[in-house]
């Protein structure tokens, strides 16, 4: 499986950014896909999380309202778009891709396969 993740960068407090990861490897379509970031010195924590099929959405409480997920299967690509970004919200933010089909990707436990990171900055 290979997971490219890309779309992070430097943004101001308030800005928007959009992540995109392009998969390769797997049927994609049967696979639930994840976003999780690592801050420093923190312990990687699943973000958001989109079922195979797209029906069924998860977000940690602190990006709800204003993080949404979403996937395109004919692309193989799940993207993050992320606005009213907060200082915060700076870390590195990964992709995963759940090991289960025809799964919800709402459990942290079920994701094995990882994109290389890309690095959001967010200033104040």
């Known amino acids: 499986v290979q997971l490219q993740a890309s779309g992070g960068g430097l943004v101001q407090s308030g800005g928007s950014l959009r992540l995109s990861c392009a998969a390769s490897?797997?049927?994609?379509?049967?696979?639930?896909m994840g976003w999780f970031h690592q801050a420093p010195g923190k312990e990687r924590e699943l973000v958001a999380a989109?079922?195979?099929?797209?029906?069924?959405?998860y977000y940690t409480d602190s990006v709800k309202g204003r993080f949404t997920i979403s996937r395109n299967n004919g692309l193989s690509t799940v993207y993050l778009q992320m606005n009213s970004l907060k200082p915060e919200d700076t870390a590195v933010y990964y992709c995963a891709q759940s090991t289960s089909t025809y799964s919800t990707g709402s459990s942290q436990a079920e994701y094995n396969y990882w994109g290389q990171g890309t690095l959001v900055t967010v200033s104040s």
């Open positions: 989109i079922s195979w099929n797209g029906f069924s959405t």
């Open positions: 490897g797997r049927p994609f379509a049967r696979y639930a």
